[in-house]
């Protein structure tokens, strides 16, 4: 023991101690007594132990931790029959003491049930619909239907459509999170027409087919045309429309120099004034019996089918049939 | 943009007189019922044409006396149709999600549909686009350890939804419902394909009916 160590050592007598913490009480000096040796003091049984180092642990009793009123959770006291939609009336992360339903989510531990809702991270990850009820959707498109309008009647088919809106233009528009509002590819506005809603002759079809190239479709005979040079789709819209009354315009109007197109220009195979036409002629009027009308127009459409469309495996036999006829082998 | 938002406040699910900004009630815009056939320029052949009469375009006036006055910016209307205008036509509106999740799109499918039937906006099509996939490989280490690496993917899925026959009034306000709702973590693309008329010097063909 370290007191009775200190006695043999330093030879203090319990007088001597006591005497000095009666001078330090007196001089207001901080002195410690343990427990042990205060109570001894006291007792006056026992010599008073000297301890002059620190403490040995000294057991406190226990903290006892403050016990806070806790609420119980909000789901507790909503009623059955509540209004959903007032309890979430907008998008709100998950919070599980307001929704009254037990969901869980996320992928359990080894031997553990799924996590429940309670400080669940991926049911607060991600989004819930919980403020876009089926009641609470109801209620807010019939507050809308006041600003819309209903389908005309008699526009209910595309062809319908197309007769009376020969036109029809395309714009994408694009909402996503960014640093910007504007995306640049909104600009883009494309223009369709089906060339059958102009009023074209031939020649205004041939030129404007010249015009546009690869911007008409034969299949479906629509003109595309797309705008994407300015930076406002309003001013892309506007040329659209420029460009297809500039294009229309043009190719209504014949220039001087177009009479010089000559055999190789021609888009298509045109029968009159062609060598085939002088070759047949010549072979009618070599042929002692006259040749039916229908013979000569038959092979007629099939020389220009073959020109026209390509030679092919029907195209060619029927060629070689209509010539078959026309010598009279067939 | 703003005509939903103040409808979607008062509309809503707070009760009595919260519903109120800048401290004062608001007041419900009146709408007024134009004459019929305003929708589109009326023309003495209205015989020839006896289908546009039922398009309507719903005008709106404001109390101005009800509202705060250092805050009416919001309601001027720069972008609005002009009473008497005709409204626009839109034969086929598509809207494409792109998004990180399935689940998320489904839920917000699910809500466009309900959505749409109330509002009888014909939901033509739905299509489910095959998933994207970029992958990319990246060293683990900062220095050296060149067989060590890591790789990233990215998902993105797509949901495309068509809606066929609808007016500008309907697809401002549809749209702009769909789009106040949309989801966290979901990107949209909306395509609206207008019908017009031929330009004023194009001259139509037979086929047209003018």
Not at chain 1, 8 to 27: E, F, I, N
Not at chain 1, 45 to 61: A, I
Not at chain 2, 186 to 210: D, Q
Request: overall charge positive; charged content about 25%; some cysteine.
């Amino acid at each position: 023991d370290i007191e009775d160590k200190m006695l043999k050592l330093g030879g203090v007598t319990p007088r001597l101690y006591s005497q000095v913490l009666r001078l330090a009480a007196s001089c207001n000096i901080h002195t410690t007594l343990s427990t042990f040796s205060e109570l001894k003091a006291e007792e006056n049984e026992e010599f008073r132990t000297l301890e002059l180092r620190s403490k040995k642990f000294v057991r406190q009793p226990a903290r006892v931790m403050k016990s806070h009123n806790v609420v119980p959770p909000r789901y507790k006291r909503q009623k059955v029959d509540q209004d959903w939609g007032n309890v979430w009336p907008a998008a709100r992360t998950f919070h599980p003491a307001s929704v009254p339903l037990p969901v869980r989510q996320g992928y359990p531990a080894s031997g553990q049930v799924t996590p429940d809702k309670w400080g669940n991270a991926e049911l607060m990850k991600i989004p819930n619909f919980l403020h876009l009820t089926p009641p609470v959707i109801k209620r807010q498109c019939e507050a809308l239907k006041k600003f819309c309008t209903p389908w005309p009647s008699g526009i209910e088919t595309a062809a319908e459509q197309e007769k009376y809106f020969p036109v029809m233009v395309s714009k994408s528009t694009y909402l996503h999170s960014s640093p910007t509002l504007r995306d640049q590819k909104a600009r883009i506005v494309t223009l369709r027409v089906s060339l059958k809603s102009l009023d074209l002759d031939d020649h205004g079809r041939d030129k404007l087919l010249r015009l546009v190239k690869n911007r008409h479709d034969p299949t479906t005979d629509c003109l595309t045309i797309v705008a994407d040079r300015c930076p406002l789709s309003q001013q892309n819209y506007d040329y659209c429309f420029y460009l297809l009354t500039v294009l229309y315009n043009e190719s209504m109007k014949t220039e001087p120099w177009e009479h010089e197109k000559e055999v190789a220009d021609r888009e298509r195979y045109i029968w009159e004034g062609s060598p085939s036409q002088a070759a047949l002629q010549a072979i009618i009027d070599s042929n002692e019996d006259s040749t039916p009308e229908e013979v000569i127009e038959e092979y007629k459409k099939v020389v220009i089918d073959l020109h026209n469309e390509g030679e092919d495996e029907p195209t060619l036999s029927r060629y070689r049939d209509s010539v078959m006829k026309l010598v009279g082998l067939a | 943009m703003r005509k939903v938002a103040s409808v979607l406040m008062m509309a809503g699910n707070i009760q009595g007189a919260a519903g109120s900004i800048f401290g004062r009630c608001v007041v419900p815009r009146k709408l007024v019922r134009s004459t019929p056939a305003c929708g589109f320029r009326i023309s003495e052949k209205l015989s020839a044409i006896p289908l546009l009469r039922s398009s309507l375009l719903p005008q709106r006036t404001l109390s101005p006396k009800l509202f705060h006055t250092a805050s009416l910016s919001y309601l001027s209307a720069s972008d609005d149709l002009a009473v008497g205008e005709p409204d626009k036509l839109y034969s086929l509106v598509e809207v494409e999600c792109r998004g990180h999740d399935t689940a998320v799109l489904r839920s917000y499918l699910t809500f466009v549909s309900s959505a749409a039937s109330h509002l009888n906006v014909s939901l033509e099509e739905i299509l489910w686009p095959k998933k994207h996939i970029h992958r990319w490989t990246l060293l683990k280490s900062v220095h050296i350890h060149k067989h060590h690496r890591v790789q990233y993917e990215v998902r993105t899925h797509f949901l495309i939804m068509k809606f066929a026959r609808l007016t500008g009034s309907t697809t401002d306000t549809f749209l702009e419902y769909i789009q106040r709702n949309l989801p966290e973590g979901v990107a949209m693309k909306v395509t609206k394909h207008e019908l017009h008329r031929l330009p004023e010097h194009v001259k139509p063909s037979s086929e047209v009916i003018v």
